[in-house]
């Protein structure tokens, strides 16, 4: 078994566990480009106490690189706990945030979501670079 076997991907206007990719096809050099990840804007998952997205990493492999850079992580503290116990705060942070970054090369931009329940997720999108 490898950890790569652990991360769970499909269609995610199918799985709601699948992070949503959020970004521009193209961008240009020294352009900061926004990239916004979101878990459920197909179909939303749950998040209770009991149940929630717990962080969401984004990752960007450029092109002819070996391994990727981890762009940002977010994590997502608030599921309704409170003193009079589960789903009683009526707080809950949604699973989506959104980073922005510059690259001078082309490539891959990756995000991986957890669930505490289902696990890993991930998704990819390509990012290209005019000069
Ligand atoms: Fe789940």
């Known amino acids: 078994m490898s950890i790569k076997d652990l991360f769970q991907t499909a269609d995610w206007k199918k799985e709601k566990h699948v992070p949503v990719i959020e970004s521009p096809e193209l961008t240009a050099k020294g352009v900061l480009t926004q990239v916004k990840v979101s878990v459920g804007k197909e179909i939303p998952h749950p998040n209770t106490t009991e149940h929630y997205i717990e962080w969401i990493e984004v990752y960007f ?52 979501s957890y669930c505490n329940i289902h696990g890993l997720w991930e998704n990819s999108k390509e990012l290209k670079v005019t000069e």
Not at 68 to 76: A, H, K, N, T
Not at 83 to 88: E, I, K, R, S
């Open 61 to 112: 492999l450029a092109q002819d690189a070996k391994s990727p850079v981890c762009l940002g992580r977010c994590e997502f503290s608030s599921h309704g706990a409170w003193a009079q116990g589960p789903n009683t705060s009526g707080v809950y942070t949604e699973p989506q945030f959104s980073l922005n970054f510059k690259t001078d090369k082309a490539g891959v931009i990756s995000a991986v």
